[in-house]
């Protein structure tokens, strides 16, 4: 695919430094060194733009489906206070308090649980 994206917006761009549909500057704003770039291609179908928010269980992305052509939420588990990563050299998720890994797996469950009854429902 070389159709190109705003990654604000996830409207195609025509390759400007200002983005019409949202007024975006590509690369104004740098995301905190914990959360996945935009522009990484997860699963080799979505292309992941900018966070839209975070919170204690995870991070939530603007995406676009290439398969779909649609935009889509991407939530990732990211538990606040367990998990780290440095997204300038690997894509990887570590757990830092070994401790916590079995509650962080039990988190896990849950968030996989709560996604399956989101697909339900949006079916």
């Not at 409207?11 to 740098?30: D, F, I, K």
């Not at 292309?47 to 676009?64: H, S």
Request: aromatic letters at 8%; one cysteine or more.
């Amino acid at each position: 695919m070389n159709q190109s994206y705003c990654m604000k917006c996830m409207e195609p761009n025509s390759g400007t430094a200002v983005y019409p549909h949202c007024g975006y500057v590509a690369g104004e704003a740098l995301p905190a060194p914990h959360v996945l770039r935009p522009g990484t291609i997860l699963k080799e179908q979505y292309l992941l733009g900018e966070p839209l928010g975070q919170g204690g269980f995870g991070i939530t992305c603007i995406a676009q489906d290439r398969n779909l052509n649609a935009w889509v939420a991407i939530k990732e588990h990211f538990p606040a206070g367990y998990a780290m990563r440095n997204a300038e050299t690997s894509n990887q998720v570590t757990i830092t308090d070994e401790h916590m890994r079995d509650d962080v797996q039990k988190g896990k469950e849950r968030f996989l649980q709560e996604a399956q009854i989101l697909f339900r429902h949006s079916c």
